[in-house]
């Protein structure tokens, strides 16, 4: 089966260079020039998966990330100039998937788009298991979380790590291991990836110390 991939740039050199690298791979891609026209596509249309640049004409990629993880759990690809935390964590916490800095190369841009797709894939053949760390219940097959009974909305990167923290409260997990977990391959971004997604998972859960940082460790999910 053809994946389908909404590419949303108005740079016509990356459009180019991204279109042409992704049919190369098998994918089939349409591209759109503003963030309008992007979140009407994708409303309207069946993808599966959106590589969507942060700056776009008419509606900013994080303001197109946020429409659609309201509505759908389409994985997102956000593509940017800039590289400081803070823009991380913004695209991180609008819904993105994953966050690729310009100038990139293919090569990285298709293994982040598998990785996401092949997550994907392994979440939607996950069992009904509801696994339940002190305050936190976790419903494994409707991706859904509550602490103290209040509905929690994450986004799928930040339910995998719970999801992981919970296997075994207690236990200290290394950036590594949780990045390693997210993209099921050994082959992970820059570990501030997961500093980001542990800083708005902690954000949405709402409780202090549910996830404690190790210094030169990790995280743990104190239940």
Do not use: C
């Given at each position: 089966?053809?994946?389908?991939?909404?590419?949303?740039?108005?740079?016509?050199?990356?459009?180019?260079?991204?279109?042409?690298?992704?049919?190369?791979?098998?994918?089939?891609?349409?591209?759109?020039?503003?963030?309008?026209?992007?979140?009407?596509?994708?409303?309207?249309?069946?993808?599966?998966?959106?590589?969507?640049?942060?700056?776009?004409?008419?509606?900013?990629?994080?303001?197109?990330?946020?429409?659609?993880?309201?509505?759908?759990?389409?994985?997102?690809?956000?593509?940017?100039?800039?590289?400081?935390?803070?823009?991380?964590?913004?695209?991180?916490?609008?819904?993105?998937?994953?966050?690729?800095?310009?100038?990139?190369?293919?090569?990285e841009l298709v293994?982040?788009?598998?990785?996401?797709?092949?997550r994907r894939d392994?979440?939607?053949?996950?069992?009904?298991?509801?696994?339940?760390?002190?305050?936190?219940?976790?419903?494994?097959?409707?991706?859904?979380?509550?602490?103290?009974?209040?509905?929690?909305?994450?986004?799928?990167?930040?339910?995998?790590?719970?999801?992981?923290?919970?296997?075994?409260?207690?236990?200290?997990?290394?950036?590594?291991?949780?990045?390693?977990?997210?993209?099921?391959?050994?082959?992970?971004?820059?570990?501030?990836?997961?500093?980001?997604?542990?800083?708005?998972?902690?954000?949405?859960?709402?409780?202090?110390g549910l996830i404690?940082?190790?210094?030169?460790?990790?995280?743990?999910?104190?239940?």
């Amino acid at each position: 089966m053809t994946r389908r991939i909404l590419l949303v740039d108005d740079e016509p050199g990356i459009v180019d260079f991204v279109t042409y690298g992704l049919a190369r791979e098998g994918f089939e891609v349409v591209s759109v020039g503003d963030g309008q026209e992007a979140l009407e596509r994708a409303r309207a249309e069946p993808f599966d998966l959106m590589v969507l640049d942060v700056m776009l004409p008419r509606l900013s990629g994080t303001d197109v990330a946020r429409a659609v993880r309201r509505e759908s759990d389409l994985p997102i690809v956000m593509l940017t100039a800039r590289d400081a935390e803070t823009d991380l964590v913004v695209g991180l916490e609008s819904g993105a998937d994953d966050y690729v800095t310009k100038p990139f190369s293919m090569v990285e841009l298709v293994s982040r788009i598998r990785a996401l797709l092949r997550r994907r894939d392994l979440d939607a053949r996950g069992g009904g298991t509801v696994r339940e760390a002190g305050a936190i219940r976790i419903d494994l097959a409707q991706h859904e979380v509550k602490v103290d009974g209040r509905a929690v909305r994450l986004t799928r990167s930040e339910f995998r790590i719970l999801t992981l923290l919970a296997e075994q409260p207690g236990r200290v997990y290394s950036r590594r291991e949780i990045l390693q977990h997210l993209w099921a391959t050994p082959h992970v971004p820059d570990e501030r990836t997961a500093d980001a997604h542990v800083a708005n998972l902690r954000r949405k859960l709402g409780e202090e110390g549910l996830i404690v940082t190790v210094r030169g460790a990790g995280y743990k999910l104190v239940a």
